[in-house]
């Protein structure tokens, strides 16, 4: 059987006095994991549409977190059910583990830095989601990993203590504040 795979595309956008437009600065992609144990476990439960697209957007929050600047950040998605949860257009506490991970996470970003989404429709022959599909399929296909392959700490959390993710922006907001116990 074929895995479900996410892919992520990471583009800088240049502005001028009398032209914009995209770079691509890199990619990703990787297995969806739906095994808890696993240390990259991020809440998938199954392998549908929605868990590949919210595994993508998660990931790529997760990179944008890592990264030192401020710049926006713009996500662009084809599944609103996954899209709208992680901005939380929609009751995504009633939503898969998944998508409430992903809001948890898209909470924290918000703190760090501007966050745009938007949608679009699948296979509609939009360039960067396209290009998305075609490394998720691609990495579907393929015998060698290129995904991440580094651990992250939100997996254990995930597996040990699911209700934290709700406050995973106060980390950011009030962590370092000296008011609050250690």
């Known amino acids: 059987a074929i895995p479900s795979t996410y892919a992520v595309v990471v583009l800088l956008e240049w502005l001028s006095d009398d ?13 969806v994991i739906t095994d808890p144990v696993h240390p990259l476990f991020l809440g998938a439960t199954d392998c549908l549409a929605i868990t590949a697209e919210a595994s993508g957007l998660l990931w790529g929050a997760l990179w944008r977190l890592a990264q030192p ?11 609103t059910l996954a899209g709208f949860s992680s901005a939380g257009h929609i009751n995504w506490h009633a939503a898969p583990l998944i998508c409430r ?12 830095c501007e966050v745009g ?3 679009v429709k699948g296979h509609s022959g939009q360039p960067h989601n396209e290009l998305a599909d075609s490394i998720a399929r691609s990495h579907a296909h393929r015998s060698s990993d290129y995904g991440i392959c580094c651990g992250h700490v939100l997996g254990q959390w995930i597996r040990t203590a699911p209700d934290v993710l709700p406050w995973l922006w106060f980390l950011h907001s009030h962590g370092n504040s000296p008011d609050y116990p250690r």
Do not use: K
């Open 19 to 31: 032209t914009s437009g995209y770079e691509l600065r890199g990619f990703f992609g990787g297995d």
């Open 69 to 79: 600047d401020v710049l926006p950040a713009h996500f662009w998605f084809d599944n």
């Open 101 to 112: 991970v992903l809001r948890s996470v898209f909470q924290l970003l918000e703190r760090v």
């Open 117 to 119: 989404w938007h949608h």
